[in-house]
């Protein structure tokens, strides 16, 4: 019984889509602009591969794609760091999006570790 109802959920996550969702990365990317409408289009793509993110920005609007809503949210800093737009740090925000975001052609990075650790420690 638990078996059954295990696969069902999977089927109906991956047949409405849940576990494809950026909503969360969107929240973020507004929560840290202090913008709620941010000129950005996201789409998690899941690759073969290990984690990464790419980025563009046609007529106005940020398109990104990444391996998960982390990825996401790396490529949007990524980008406005690049472009001088700001930066959010331990001590503070600064990030100031123009109208008009700035023209950026594809960029493509690709971690090259499988596995990825944030404060990470252990005691023995």
């Known amino acids: 019984m638990k078996k059954n109802f295990l696969f069902l959920c999977c089927f109906l996550c991956a047949l409405t889509g849940w576990s494809r969702k950026t909503d969360e990365a969107f929240r973020v990317l507004q929560r840290v602009s202090k913008q709620s409408s941010v000129p950005v289009k996201l789409e998690l793509k899941k690759g073969a591969g290990n984690m990464y993110y790419e980025y563009s920005v ?37 990030i100031r999006l123009p109208e008009e975001l700035p023209a950026a052609s594809s960029v493509r990075v690709e971690s090259p570790f499988r596995n990825h650790y944030y404060f990470r420690f252990s005691t023995v």
């Open 58 to 94: 046609k007529d106005g609007v940020l398109h990104l794609k990444g391996s998960d809503n982390v990825s996401l949210c790396r490529g949007f800093y990524d980008y406005v760091k690049t472009h001088r737009l700001g930066m959010y740090t331990w001590s503070g925000n600064n």
